[in-house]
């Protein structure tokens, strides 16, 4: 397994623009997260699925926000009028279950988001 | 409510060097904390993590934190600093169903 991938890498768009990312869990991993980091800050917490049932979201997910995990694999992320402030680095991880103790989140390497 | 509080934004060390990353945390109940570290255009990566057994955990690359409740402290130590241990590291506490909060991190800086 390679590990949680994500696309793309690289974003650039318009003021305005529709934009979706996708995530690629690792297979056996029913728990998926999102997160964004801007420069200099750490990752703060967008959204969370365990199989499909979108089951958290942050006060950060504006109505222009959007996440699916329709089979409970991959996840979709979509941005609709995208603004300036929306230019991120967006990571999504990957989980086991809870079992007798957390388990470490698993991370992509992000989808870079630059609006113009 | 969970939080994570790194005391330096930034530290130097020269390579053979001890290094020190300081963390704070706060939580209502007992925490699993971690250390993350992130290296410059890659993923983050799990150094450690602590969850209620030994207070002194052991991760990668010879990095090690000590829980310590009175003090509510995770700090990151290595007792020699290598050029590859050059990136940005998180100290991060899981809250509510497991999702993680990072401070804002600490960069660490090695010289020759």
């Known amino acids: 397994d390679t590990g949680v991938s994500q696309d793309p890498r690289h974003k650039i768009t318009k003021r305005g623009q529709n934009v979706t990312f996708r995530c690629d869990p690792i297979?056996?991993?029913?728990?998926l997260y999102w997160y964004r980091q801007t420069l200099g800050q750490g990752p703060e917490f967008l959204t969370y699925?365990?199989?499909?049932?979108?089951?958290?979201k942050s006060r950060l997910l504006s109505d222009r926000f959007s996440a699916e995990r329709p089979k409970g694999s991959f996840s979709t992320l979509e941005i609709q009028r995208t603004e300036q402030g929306d230019s991120a680095m967006y990571l999504c991880?990957?989980?086991?279950?809870?079992?007798?103790?957390?388990?470490?989140?698993?991370f992509g390497n992000g989808t870079r988001l630059t609006v113009t | 409510a969970q939080s994570v509080t790194q005391l330096d934004s930034h530290v130097s060390v020269s390579e053979g060097t001890p290094v020190l990353l300081r963390c704070n945390y706060s939580?209502?109940?007992?925490?699993?904390l971690f250390w993350y570290v992130q290296h410059p255009n890659k993923g983050l990566q799990l150094l450690l993590k602590?969850?209620?057994?030994?207070?002194l955990v052991k991760g990668i690359n010879g990095f090690e934190a000590e829980f310590k409740k009175s003090e509510t402290s995770f700090h990151l130590t290595k007792p020699s600093a290598h050029m590859s241990d050059a990136a940005e590291y998180f100290c991060?506490?899981?809250?509510?169903?497991?999702?993680?909060?990072f401070g804002t991190g600490t960069r660490l800086q090695v010289f020759p």
């Open positions: 991060v506490v899981s809250g509510p169903t497991d999702k993680l909060i």
């Open positions: 939580s209502s109940y007992s925490p699993s």
């Open positions: 991880a990957s989980s086991h279950d809870r079992v007798e103790s957390v388990s470490p989140l698993h």
């Open positions: 297979s056996e991993h029913n728990r």
């Open positions: 699925f365990q199989n499909e049932a979108q089951l958290e």
């Open positions: 602590y969850t209620s057994a030994a207070t």
